[in-house]
Every structure is written in C-alpha cells, then in structure tokens.
C-alpha cells in the first residue's frame, strides 16, 4: 500500500497521518475516551455509596435483631411497667396499666402496701379496701427468675361510709 492510502484512512477515522503512522481517533482517546473518562468517577462515587449505604443498612438490622430477638425469645431483662392508673369504686380498688411488651411466659407480679403479693397475666388489679384508707400497689415483670425494676406505687383513696 502506498502511503496516501494509510494517511486517507487516518484523517476518515478522526486522526492525522504523518509519516505513514496514524494517530488520533478513538483508537488513542478521542471523544468515546472522553466520555468514558467523565463518566467513570461519577460511576464509582455511585458504587460507593451503595456500599456505605448497605453497610448502614446491615449494622441497623444488626442492632435491631439484639433488641429484639431476646425478647421475642424471652431473654434479657422484662421490660418495666409505665404508669398504673388507679380508681376507686366503692370499697373496692381498680388498678390498670399498658402492657410494655411481655414476652412468653412472663408475667406480672403486683405488691399491695401492706405486703401482699399477687402473680397475674392480666392488665389490671382489683382489691377490697377498707373505708377512709388509702391503698397503693407496685407492678413490675417476672421474666424467669428476673424481676422488672419497680415503677413508682399507684394509689387511691377509698371513701369513708362505703360497703
């Protein structure tokens, strides 16, 4: 081949000839380079953030699964008892609280002032008063042989002059 012919073959595909070797074109950068070199940090600033993304992700259901497999599973320590709201009807006492997540097999074990202890699955508590006293009780969760920290007493005061 003559050299016209590689510098017509060059100078067609973008480039230049200069003594019988071509250059330029995309075969040495030119315009598909170009773009395949701007693209590539967006690229990889895409790819890391998907993996800082997915490793959030996995450290997140990681610290959930703790919390809330032993529960589900009955470990850890029981959950404490919120607020006991307290009412008197009659001679009689009436003491009800939200359930703050048992799980199987626990129960409530609720202590009156004057020492008795009752163990219950229920939400609520009635006791007999005695007429012009006051009446609190405590409620915590029994989890094994664990015992939920105690809440502050709930009380109530029974009237005088009922039966």
Sequence with gaps: MSAGGSDARATAAGGTATGGTATGGSATGGPA????????????????????????????????????????????????????????????????????????????????????????????????GVPGSRLCVTVQVERGDELSAAGEPSCVEIPAGVD
Excluded: I
Aim: negative net charge; aromatic residues 6%; glycine residues 12%.
């Design 33 to 128: 380079a170009a773009e395949r070199d701007a693209v590539a940090p967006q690229r990889r600033a895409a790819v890391v953030a998907a993996v800082v993304v997915c490793a959030g992700l996995s450290v997140a259901l990681v610290l959930l699964g703790l919390a809330v497999v032993p529960t589900l599973l009955g470990g850890g320590a029981p959950p404490r008892v919120g607020e006991v709201s307290a009412s008197a009807d009659g001679a009689f006492a009436r003491f009800d609280w939200d359930d703050p997540g048992l799980a199987e097999g626990d129960r409530y074990l609720v202590t009156v002032d004057d020492g008795e202890q009752r163990v219950q699955d229920g939400t609520g508590f009635v006791v007999d």
